[in-house]
């Protein structure tokens, strides 16, 4: 009975998939420049977030990039450099909000009133509830939605005034469904998404509708910490292939960007994506592995975060992409 309803699902995917297609084929959705609009990306120095900055670049933005990582953020810059971009980096924690504020206010003196600002930054730390560290709940917390309220806090007014902007919560998937040992991030991600839903209603109730909400919902990403992913049904995604829908959807002025779209059936089928202890998983080469709080973690990234094959008392726990 199972297997015909996934049967059944799968069907109505495909059969969505196309139409979806022959419709934006026929019927292309007008796209805004932002050719020259300052954009702020965290989070930029690596997967996501990177690529991300190249498809503004691209488009004859005004970078401003903010990383932890000096080095990475530097090596993004240089490459946007190269695609025609004039770039600013900031070597910022996310965690800290004394840090954020101040680094808000030196870009309103150096470069602008920023007009589109995507909250990427983000960590994971996949474990049992009882392995994971109390820090480690904290900076989950501190960087996956708190780092998004005094960001917001501090672009917010310059946006209200002029009554123009764009704001880009990039959360997960695991914002609408949970998998297991992964509680914090599952939990950070649901309030990800919440932040970008009250938010849109408070701007909507504020009557500022030239400020425009966006929210990023992506399913597996890889962004090379396992060799040779796989999954059963679907290819894991690629980073460009993500930032690609992501900038679509802030052209585009989309609310909440699946990737893949289809996802959003699912979830309106109340179908779970992830599921525990079954065959059909997640995989990647073994040797990426390392030891996290005595389990075996095998690393495949999630947007921002890693999956993993976790092993506990001789029973392993797969997360399964459909």
Known sequence: MHIVLDLL?????????YLE?????????????????????????????????????????????????KHGVEETATQCRKLGATVHVFVVDCSNRTAIYSAVDQVKK????????VNN??????????????????????????????????????MIRRNYGHI?????VCGHEVIP?????????FAAVGFHRALTAELEALGKTGIQTSCLCPVFVNTGFTKNPSTRLWPVLETDEVAKSLIDGILTNKKMIFVPSYINISLILEKPVFESQHPHSITGDPTASSDLHGHCMTWVHLHT???YTHTHKNNKIFLKYW
Do not use: M
């Open 21 to 69: 297609s022959l419709v934006k084929f026929f019927i292309p959705q007008r796209r805004k420049s932002v050719a020259g609009e300052i954009v702020l990306i965290t989070g930029a120095g690596h997967g996501i977030g990177r690529l991300t900055a190249y498809e503004f670049a691209k488009r004859k933005s005004r970078l401003v990039l903010w990383d932890i990582n």
């Open 121 to 158: 930054a983000g960590v994971i730390y996949p474990a049992d509830l009882l392995s994971t560290k109390d820090e480690e709940i904290t900076r989950t917390f501190k960087v996956n939605i708190l780092g998004h309220f005094w960001i917001i806090k501090a672009l917010l007014p310059s």
């Open 110 to 117: 150096e470069v602008g009133d920023v007009a589109i600002v």
């Open 168 to 172: 880009v919560t990039v959360a997960s």
């Open 181 to 189: 040992y992964f509680i914090p991030y599952c939990s950070s991600k």
């Open 9 to 17: 699902l799968l069907l109505g995917i495909i059969i969505f998939s």
């Open 305 to 307: 975060c890693r999956q």
